[in-house]
């Protein structure tokens, strides 16, 4: 589908009278991350997934990359598809464009559900991290990066017992153009903070993460919790930053639990 003069890919699952959620990947990701919970709620709602510009099989097109020209991404394939409302599920990335799009469109989006996220601005070392990420990418590829990566996205126990998502994620961050993974890496150490407006967000809010996420920790979920009223958070078990790969079963319970108390 052609939107904001770019060809983006995504799925539509689902009975299209079905109650609607958009799931937003991580970086540097695509929209296959989100297989296992597209086959497990389809008959329960209607599920759209998509690649982010750059990632996956949509287009980067010329822009400069941000948070803010990525939600309006998000905007424009809702309004292509007809979608007046929906529950929004983001994951890392998606977690800080789910926020920024609450913050801009709160009259479209009926809840929230926040995995593995936070709401803070990069810090000057995270910063730092990025900018050295970048120059490595450039000057080695993207073999050494993924595998760098890895070693930080899932649980300890994932690389013994979940080896198929491990080779599958390596496997979308290789093939991820160098030039869209430093665009994007640029635009997650440039973000804007969310945490002053959330206690601003009237609508229901899930909060999960993997009980070892060390990217975004669960210190970081039970900060945003504290400033959400009324907000849930669930603590995955045996899961690190990609928890909705790593206990798919516990996370679409919750996620399923949520989305119909919503509705």
Not at 165 to 191: D, P
Not at 244 to 254: G, K
Request: hydrophobic letters at 40%; a negative charge.
């Amino acid at each position: 589908m052609i939107i904001n003069n770019l060809s983006v890919s995504y799925t539509d699952a689902g009975g299209k009278q079905l109650p609607v959620i958009i799931f937003i990947h991580g970086f540097p990701f695509n929209k296959s991350m989100w297989n296992l919970q597209v086959e497990s709620l389809k008959n329960d709602f209607r599920l759209i997934t998509y690649d982010i510009r750059g990632h996956g099989s949509s287009d980067a097109g010329n822009e400069v990359c941000s948070i803010e020209l990525f939600v309006i991404d998000l905007i424009s394939l809702m309004d292509a598809l007809k979608i007046k409302n929906a529950i929004l599920c983001g994951l890392s990335m998606g977690g800080y464009i789910a926020l920024n799009a609450i913050e801009k469109y709160k009259e479209r989006f009926d809840a929230l559900i926040l995995c593995d996220t936070q709401c803070i601005a990069d810090t000057f070392e995270a910063k730092e991290k990025r900018a050295k990420a970048i120059e490595e990418i450039r000057k080695s590829g993207l073999e050494k990066y993924a595998d760098e990566s890895i070693k930080n996205l899932f649980a300890s126990e994932s690389f013994t017992t979940r080896l198929n998502e491990i080779a599958n994620v390596r496997e979308m961050i290789v093939n991820t153009s160098e030039q869209s993974i430093c665009s994007t890496l640029l635009a997650l150490s440039v973000r804007k903070e969310t945490c002053h407006m959330l206690s601003e967000i009237a609508v229901p809010v899930l909060i999960m993460v993997g009980n070892e996420d060390k990217i975004t920790p669960p210190a970081a979920a039970r900060f945003m919790q504290e400033r959400l009223g009324g907000s849930v958070l669930k603590i995955t078990d045996h899961a690190g930053h990609l928890s909705n790969l790593e206990n798919p079963a516990e996370f679409n319970v919750q996620l399923k639990m949520f989305v119909k108390s919503v509705y």
